[in-house]
């Protein structure tokens, strides 16, 4: 009881012993990033079966394993959104970002040279169609959207928001900070989504914290697959893996060697050990979790964005605030005294 760390989403927290156990075997924990590609074929055949596993559950058909975070995959799939539009020739300018998204979002479009511009949520937390759409011009680039988003709502109206932006040929990215709601229930390809990135530590159980390490694959759609990260794993017709360096259109390396591949063994682990079976009962148990909770907490604090939420939720004590004089500071610091981890 006194051990509840309820930060929402921004960590799995459950880091099995089995994933320990794998990623400590000699054959994976002695070898170098240097060796020739014949003397690690079976750390090669790891990295192509995360792919595989990954390409399934989003839908996207070429991922990158390379990024070593969350945010560095966002980084890298607004590299692969800009040479995708740099290699037709465009030069839109405008990254589109609904104000209930992840910090990150703004700042890794603003990186990337782009003007960020906000999009207004409405009263039920979700995106407001009549801000969004005089929005979407020639000029913009893409729409980072996370689904379900930061305030716990299911994101209905993306397969519309996604045809808005094909139409002017801007890409709709899609947050996968929240992929641990709908993971084997929905794909972001599914919903029109052309990119996103995995939160390995958020989603498959890898740790996380105290600056790493990390991973943060991403996922796109096949008009994006020639710009992605080199080196590529590749499997010929007798079944040997290498790693590819020669892709005309990459961005390119956007660090060392192919990821973090402890990290990304890790994740292996956990999506083999639950597997296509398991995965979605993951999912389902973290929406009726979080619906649990909600259920005891509204009727004691305000609950803005109805009765209803996906794997987290938002309360409120504005009420209490404006009675009481007491703030959301004031309660977290209190829940400290008892020795709880107050909640974001």
């Avoid at 109206?157 to 094909?166: F, K, N, S, T, Y």
């Avoid at 096949?222 to 290498?242: I, K, M």
Wanted: aromatic share 8%; with cysteine; glycine share 10%.
């Amino acid at each position: 009881y006194t051990a509840i760390y309820p930060l929402g989403s921004c960590t799995m927290k459950y880091n099995p012993k089995i994933n320990e156990d794998m990623a400590s075997r000699d054959g994976f924990r002695n070898i170098h990033p240097l060796q020739p590609d014949d003397t690690v074929q079976g750390a090669l055949e790891v990295l192509w079966d995360m792919e595989r596993w990954l390409a399934e559950i989003s839908g996207m058909p070429a991922i990158s394993l390379q990024p070593t975070a969350g945010a560095q995959g966002e980084l890298t799939a607004l590299l692969v959104c800009k040479a995708y539009h740099d290699s037709k020739g465009r030069r839109p300018r405008k990254v589109l970002v609904p104000d209930s998204s992840h910090g990150t979002n703004p700042a890794s479009a603003s990186y990337c040279g782009y003007t960020v511009e906000t999009v207004k949520s409405k009263p039920d937390g979700t995106v407001d169609l009549d801000d969004l759409k005089p929005k979407i011009t020639a000029d913009v680039a893409c729409l980072m959207m996370t689904n379900p988003n930061t305030v716990g709502i299911f994101e209905k109206d993306i397969p519309v928001i996604a045809e808005w932006l094909h139409k002017v040929d801007a890409q709709l990215y899609y947050d996968g900070a929240n992929l641990n709601a709908i993971c084997g229930v929905a794909r972001p390809g599914d919903m029109g989504c052309d990119m996103m990135h995995f939160n390995v530590h958020k989603t498959f159980s890898t740790p996380h914290g105290g600056g790493g390490p990390g991973a943060g694959p991403i996922g796109v759609k096949e008009h994006l697959r020639p710009f992605l990260p080199v080196p590529r794993v590749r499997r010929s017709d007798d079944g040997a893996f290498s790693l590819d360096y020669n892709e005309a259109q990459s961005i390119g390396r956007i660090r060392n060697y192919y990821g973090n591949f402890g990290i990304l063994l890790r994740g292996l682990v956990y999506l083999k050990s639950f597997g296509g079976d398991g995965l979605p009962e993951i999912g389902k148990r973290s929406v009726l979790n979080a619906n649990y909770l909600l259920a005891l907490l509204k009727g004691t604090f305000q609950a803005p964005y109805g009765d209803r939420c996906m794997h987290e939720f938002v309360l409120s004590v504005s009420d209490k605030k404006r009675d009481k004089g007491v703030s959301a500071t004031d309660f977290a610091k209190r829940m400290a005294d008892y020795g709880l981890h107050a909640p974001t």
